[in-house]
């Protein structure tokens, strides 16, 4: 089935650990991100990808990284994880501007 | 600085009316806007879209309304039915990333 998978589903970490979170799609899409979801403050960029081998920073890069090796793996990865980041974090992937988003990945730093 | 605001958190309809969703946005150089939608513990799914060269776009029992002099959009649901009862977001492409709103809870009841 074509789309976008995440994982893990949910993960509770402490705090100072490090942590990826995957992301997958089969839609052969250029451009991939990633978002947090917090109350009250929408869905904001974490980072991006608009083609293999490329990343830019988006609204809240701090404390994230990514990697585009290839067209259908995006990882987000937080190298010494804190309890703001966290969220509900969902990876996206479009084409021409509609973005298909995963199911998420609710994190719990504590 | 928000470029995309939705100022109502949220909104209660009755069943069978119209339900109105509304939006602002800062940077008169945006020329494409969508609507999403967000059911609990799912990603947000593309709902309708609109660019600036319309003011009006049409799906079904969807309707997007662009006033570019305003910087503002809205979303109109007529009938509102209550499988509609999610939150919505609008967002903005702003040079191929997707800026989003807070989002409004839409609640519609019997």
């Known amino acids: 089935i074509a789309g976008i998978t995440q994982a893990p589903t949910s993960q509770i970490l402490a705090a100072g650990r490090r942590m990826t979170l995957r992301c997958t799609q089969d839609?052969?899409?250029?451009?991939m991100y990633w978002y947090r979801q917090d109350l009250g403050l929408g869905l904001r960029l974490i980072h991006y990808?608009?083609?293999?081998?490329?990343?830019g920073k988006g609204e809240v890069p701090d404390g994230y990284s990514v990697s585009r090796a290839n067209t259908d793996d995006f990882p987000l990865t937080l190298a010494s994880a804190v309890p703001s980041q966290t969220s509900v974090y969902f990876c996206a992937s479009s084409q021409t501007g509609a973005g298909f988003f995963g199911p998420g990945t609710r994190l719990t730093v504590l | 600085d928000q470029q995309v605001k939705q100022n109502s958190p949220s909104l209660s309809v009755q069943e069978g009316r119209i339900s109105i969703l509304n939006c602002d946005y800062t940077n008169s150089m945006f020329d494409y806007f969508l609507w999403y939608k967000k059911y609990p513990a799912e990603g947000p799914t593309f709902l309708i879209s609109?660019?600036?060269?319309?003011d009006k776009n049409e799906d079904g029992r969807f309707t997007v309304f662009l006033n570019k002099s305003a910087k503002h959009l809205s979303l109109h649901i007529v009938p509102s039915q209550p499988g509609d009862s999610a939150v919505y977001f609008c967002?903005?492409?702003?040079?191929?990333?997707?800026?989003f709103g807070t989002g409004t809870r839409l609640q519609v009841f019997p």
């Open positions: 967002a903005i492409d702003n040079t191929d990333k997707l800026i």
């Open positions: 609109i660019s600036s060269i319309k």
């Open positions: 990808s608009n083609t293999a081998g490329t990343t």
């Open positions: 839609m052969r899409h250029n451009a």
